[in-house]
């Protein structure tokens, strides 16, 4: 991974301006997913190094301009480039990354660029959705988890499938691992945000709710309320929540298992990636620590 933060680091030098240099080094590296499942399916070489780098800096820009949309003060534990910056700078640093890393992938094979750009239009589509979903209270599960591959599925998705491609390996086992793994990974997160605190997770608790997203243990939750309760946990949807209603929802989501019922369904998609790369035991391993992040 050393030589993939130095791709990264040498990528943005070439960008060649001091501020691009200075913010970027502000930026938390994160748990760098993308990049670890390129070099565990492509193993380490120039090329690997850099599709690595190249997806990692997609990634950075897209949580760049999710902030902005988000309207969130907090990236990794750090403040973001939004919150310190503002939204101008925090946009057309994401705009640098994103394009510097095209202009480095075009001088993959056509198929691995293809791989990765049609996932950035996925991932801004799936951006979009979440947006438009976030205007009302979404119950509709299937709905919620289309979402979800877009937004996050898509990338991990290409990752995975790209450095198939790059090692010559089996392109479909690769990217059902990689929806796959994207998919459980997701729940897991929308998990956290409920039974975690702000020192672990780096951003607000139970924040997601309050920015209207309906994450899967709501949904689950509002099918198992009656009619009246129903109302109540819509009626606190996009809104500040009190801790009272914050105790209420945590209540209710304990009574009616909506947290198991969620963490089954990452488990499930899970098994199904491990079912994909039997032989890599790496990979399956990497399900496991992903899994276990939740408890
Ligand atoms: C985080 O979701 C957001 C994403 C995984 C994707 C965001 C995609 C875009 C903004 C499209 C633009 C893309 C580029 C490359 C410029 P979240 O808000 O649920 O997670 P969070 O809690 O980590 O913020
Ligand atoms: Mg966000």
């Known amino acids: 991974m050393e030589r993939v933060e130095q791709e990264i680091d040498r990528l943005i030098k070439e960008i060649d301006y001091d501020d691009v240099t200075h913010l970027f080094s502000t930026l938390a590296g994160g748990k760098r997913l993308r990049a670890k499942l390129v070099l565990k399916i492509a193993s380490v070489n120039d090329e690997s190094v850099l599709l690595a780098a190249i997806i990692e800096l997609i990634h950075a820009a897209s949580l760049l301009h999710d902030d902005v949309i988000d309207d969130?003060?907090?990236?990794?534990?750090?403040?973001?480039?939004?919150?310190?910056?503002?939204?101008?700078?925090?946009?057309?640093?994401?705009?640098?990354?994103?394009?510097?890393?095209?202009?480095?992938?075009?001088?993959?094979?056509?198929?691995?660029?293809?791989?990765?750009?049609?996932?950035?239009?996925?991932?801004?589509?799936?951006e979009m959705q979440d947006v438009n979903l976030a205007k009302n209270f979404n119950d509709d599960e299937k709905t919620y988890l289309d979402m979800l591959y877009l937004k996050t599925a898509s990338l991990i998705e290409a990752s995975a499938t790209a450095a198939a491609v790059l090692a010559g390996k089996d392109m479909a086992s690769y990217a059902l691992y990689g929806k796959n793994l994207g998919l459980s990974f997701q729940i897991i997160d929308d998990i956290l945000d409920i039974v975690s605190d702000e020192k672990t997770l780096g951003k607000p608790a139970m924040n997601d709710f309050v920015e209207g997203k309906c994450t899967l243990p709501y949904i689950y939750l509002y099918h198992s309320l009656d009619d009246e309760n129903k109302k109540r946990l819509v009626s606190l949807h996009g809104k500040k929540i009190s801790s009272q209603d914050s105790i209420w929802i945590k209540t209710k989501m304990?009574?009616?298992?909506?947290?198991?019922?969620?963490?089954?369904?990452?488990?499930?998609?899970?098994?199904?990636?491990?079912?994909a790369v039997l032989k890599d035991v790496e990979l399956t391993e990497i399900l496991d620590t992903m899994i276990k992040r939740s408890y």
């Open 72 to 126: 969130a003060s907090l990236r990794r534990g750090n403040a973001s480039v939004n919150a310190t910056e503002g939204s101008k700078i925090a946009i057309m640093l994401g705009d640098i990354l994103y394009s510097k890393a095209f202009t480095s992938l075009v001088s993959f094979d056509k198929q691995i660029a293809s791989v990765v750009s049609s996932a950035v239009t996925s991932l801004s589509v799936g």
């Open 254 to 275: 304990d009574e009616h298992k909506s947290i198991e019922k969620s963490f089954a369904l990452a488990v499930k998609l899970s098994n199904e990636a491990k079912q």
